[in-house]
């Protein structure tokens, strides 16, 4: 039997359009001048992407976007590189002005630019051009642009989210297979190469990483898979991603190799009540610090507060990490159409898919026509927070499990799709990322790991409404 494939249900999206990128710069040079600037000056990176659809290799030779309201949109590149520049899909929506290897890339420049101007600079520019424009032009001055347009990419237009759902979508597809392969007896460098062929064969064009954490490795957020051999009672941190169609994929999940204890039930519970809280949080206008506030309050009140160690959460687009960020001093209000990846939850727990060793009940969901069983019984099911979908309905709040998550509001999206007869798996509490930092996460599947599908990546506020 083939694997299930997300392009059926996401095929591939129409590639943008110059008016797309036009439409983009105006915004930009716009933003700018609202924010006091002179303009916006953009290098090879993930900002130059989104903008004009020009991806070239960061060198030492200049490439440079300018960008000022009333101003045509000009791209400074070499000669040599100018003829990929003008194929790029944006180049008919501006001027290309090249210069030769033996002259000067910062006079050829300095026109474009407001002599006593302060511009906002994408991040990863290179300190030696910032330089060569300031020696040409001793009176401009530099902000970078996640301080000064922090929003520049956040906001996402329909076509924008419509590539992370089928990124999302190929990460669900990703974590689905993951879990039928053996991780008892493999190392962890092993279960990282499976993560990211999959991820390829699902459509990602780029993997950017597959951290697997097993046992103490776990409590390292961003450990690099190793050469560790996983054992039965490990819990085994994943977190993958990468890009789809030119959008990201951010996926964590702590899964568990055999019966946990008590404990790391606990403190799972504890970390879905802190998503719940978070969540709930979430409105528009509501700050970022807010939201982060609201998660990581209910995990200082069962004490666990100096080891929530990150953020809890952040943006998410043509990169796999991008503003804003759910974390304290962070004011930028959240925004409709903003995506983020959150430290979310899975909400399975799975049995041996071999020779029936453990045989589990049919799954019980809390939507799914038939009255759920009590919290803590083993089959038990909470929803959860889900992304927002072309096909999303309402759906019911977490059921607190103390008072901090008394407020939980109901959210848009789609539940934990229902487990096919004859998977032998069942539902219990769902389970979060924090709980690779707080002590586990009740995954059951002996020796080898079967999830259910449906563990979605990120969080989608939408457009239309100011709901999600």
Known sequence: MSRPSPSAEHPAPPPFTADDYRARMARAAESAAEAGLAGVIVAPGPDLVHLTGYRPVSTERLTLLVLRAGHDPVLVVPTLEAPDAAAATGAPALTLRDWTDGTDPYTVTAPLLEAEGRFGVSDNAWAMHLLGLQRELPGTSYTALTEALPMLRAVKDAAELERLTAAGAAADATYEQILKVRFSGRREVDVATDLAALLREFGHSQVDFTVVGSGPNG????HEA??????????????????????????????????????????????????????????PGVSCQEIDRAARAVITEF?????????????????????????EGEEQPSSPACASRWSRASTSRAASASASRTSWPSPRTADGGSTPPPVNSPSWSRPRCARSSTEGRAMPPAAPLGAAASGAAAVRGRTAAATPPGSQARRLHPAGELAAHLGGEPVDAGELLVVPPRVWTYTVWSRESSSW
């Not at 160690?309 to 960020?325: D, K, L, N, Q």
């Open 303 to 327: 004490g666990y507060g100096d080891r929530f160690i990150h953020r809890t959460g952040h943006g998410i687009g043509v990169t796999t990490h991008e503003p804003p960020y759910m974390i």
């Open 226 to 283: 190793g050469e560790r051999t996983i054992e039965r009672g490990d819990m085994v941190v994943l977190d993958f991603g990468g890009l789809k169609h030119g959008y990201g994929s951010d996926t964590s999940r702590t899964v568990h190799v055999g019966e946990p204890t008590a404990e790391e039930q606990r403190v799972h519970d504890i970390v879905r009540e802190a998503q719940a809280a978070g969540c709930a949080a979430v409105r």
């Open 219 to 222: 409590a390292n957020p961003h």
